[in-house]
């Protein structure tokens, strides 16, 4: 039983326009979700969060909008970078000990 | 940069071996935990720990064992090692100040069973 998924494996973006990458989950308890960026031959690495009480969080070029009716989280990239091409995970958990993962999704953005 | 190494990065054992992977991390977290990424199921957690001697499973436990005698270390063992256990394997910590959960990833161990 997945609790977070990813359900496109891969996207292709222009750079300069918007990387839209999106999450669903079924667990309603969730207190907050993560996303976090991995290249090759790397560890993952924490990008944005945000708690289930709010629907959107900004950082940069990155926002993450949740829909909690919907059970749906997205993370929007403007404007999209070549360097931003890596895969992207989401997360979610509850408490302070796990966090659960999604399958990813690996972004390429093209010149 | 969360300070956290692990070693080795790269392995290539045979099945029915026993291989351990070490996490090391140099800031005195509590919080640490074992994860494996494989194509398709993205990153699943094998045990974690919070704190000396207090460590427990997750969702892929089975093949697995963990110990941490001091703050820094975390080891996980594979008793016997499967040709299922083929996978880059994560270590990560998490700082408890952070709100979310936020953990913090090291490198990766690169383990090949033939």
């Known amino acids: 039983d997945q609790q977070v998924k990813q359900n496109s494996p891969s996207l292709s973006v222009q750079e300069g326009r918007i990387s839209i990458l999106n999450c669903d989950y079924t667990n309603s308890m969730f207190d907050y979700f993560l996303w976090y960026k991995k290249y090759p031959a790397e560890g993952p690495t924490f990008l944005i969060s945000i708690s289930s009480i709010k629907d959107k969080n900004e950082d940069g070029r990155f926002t993450v909008f949740l829909n909690k009716s919907a059970k749906h989280l997205s993370l929007h990239i403007v404007p999209s970078q070549p360097g931003d091409s890596a895969v992207y995970f989401c997360a979610a958990g509850m408490g302070t000990d796990k966090l659960i993962f999604g399958t990813g999704t690996r972004l390429q953005v093209f010149p | 940069d969360a300070g956290i190494t692990q070693s080795p990065r790269h392995k290539v054992t045979e099945t029915g071996t026993p291989v351990t992977l070490r996490c090391h991390q140099t800031?005195?977290?509590?919080?640490m935990y074992w994860y494996r990424q494989d194509p398709g199921h993205g990153l699943r957690l094998i045990h974690y720990s919070y704190g000396v001697k207090d460590t427990d499973k997750g969702e892929v436990s089975d093949g697995y064992s963990v110990s941490r005698s001091k703050t820094e270390d975390f080891l996980l063992t594979l008793e016997s090692a499967t040709s299922s256990q083929t996978s880059v394997y994560f270590c990560?910590?998490?700082?408890?100040?952070?709100?979310?959960?936020?953990?913090?990833f090291g490198p990766g161990t690169r383990l090949t069973v033939l």
């Open positions: 800031e005195n977290h509590r919080y």
């Open positions: 990560a910590i998490r700082p408890t100040a952070r709100s979310y959960n936020e953990q913090f």
